[in-house]
């Protein structure tokens, strides 16, 4: 279990994270959702450790995060960034096999067994075809699945994931959380930073939206995703329906065809505020 006691994180004299407490059970599903700036990578960050938590503290199975050794960290979470970016001419499939690294001895090579890992990681995601070509010479989209397939072969009890599809295909999209639905369903814990409001409600049991650095809704998608709430926390006209096949509810976002020009910016008229949750 992973547990956030009341912390506070940010970027020197920038506080972003302001007293977060959370709860994560062991094979949760959960999405991470909220506006722009609301502190969602942040919390990524400072659960991993790459931003440093100015008070509170990060619990793993009861204890403090940064008492564990980085390698025994690593066999247990793995994390795909926002953002990839690699330095030097790579293969895809050597980027992928990093995910082994937490299981190697010091100065040993990669076993026969972590090679078919990362293949079989490559071939899940769809890119074993790209597995000799240089990390350089690949799309955006193709970028993300290469840093999706070397989490998958890193082969944790916990996958964190932020914004891992924003550059992705519709297709793409689906064939990725299909494979986290699997790996979810095989034992994996999963949380996942989105924007996409839809693409959270059909994959996500549980919905946890941020907002100017707090926690302002925690809950099971099917309680928490509702005009109401969506329309306050995004500021903006949502309704919800259900999806014709799935049943899970999906967003649609009003269009305010009569906003005009004001200051440089626009000005929205006709805001239709929805006043209550009718389910």
Request: aromatic content about 6%; glycine content about 8%.
């Amino acid at each position: 279990m992973i547990e956030i006691i009341n912390i506070f994180a940010g970027y020197q004299d920038q506080e972003v994270l302001k007293g977060i407490s959370l709860k994560i059970i062991h094979n949760e599903m959960i999405g991470i959702l909220g506006p722009n700036g609301s502190g969602k990578t942040t919390l990524i960050m400072a659960l991993t450790g790459v931003v440093p938590i100015k008070s509170g503290q990060i619990l793993l199975d009861g204890k403090p995060i940064r008492t564990y050794p980085t390698r025994q960290v690593a066999k247990r979470v793995a994390c795909v960034p926002q953002k990839s970016e690699f330095s030097f001419d790579f293969s895809n499939l050597s980027i992928v096999l990093m995910g082994r690294y937490p299981y190697l001895d010091s100065w040993a090579d990669y076993t026969r067994q972590d090679r078919e890992l990362a293949e079989d990681a490559m071939r899940q995601t769809g890119i074993m075809k790209l597995a000799q070509k240089s990390v350089k010479q690949v799309s955006g989209g193709e970028a993300q699945l290469v840093t999706i397939a070397r989490a998958i072969a890193q082969t944790t009890e916990i996958l964190v994931l932020d914004e891992a599809t924003s550059n992705l295909d519709a297709a793409k999209k689906i064939q990725v959380f299909d494979l986290l639905t699997k790996k979810n369903s095989e034992g994996a814990t999963v949380i996942c930073v989105l924007h996409d409001l839809n693409l959270a409600a059909l994959y996500c049991r549980r919905l946890i939206f941020l907002k100017n650095g707090k926690v302002v809704i925690d809950g099971q998608t099917e309680d928490v995703f509702k005009d109401c709430i969506l329309s306050e926390i995004y500021e903006t006209d949502i309704r919800v329906s259900k999806h014709p096949v799935t049943g899970t509810p999906q967003a649609h976002f009003v269009p305010h065809c009569n906003a005009v020009g004001s200051g440089g910016g626009l000005r929205r008229t006709g805001f239709c505020k929805v006043d209550k949750c009718d389910g």
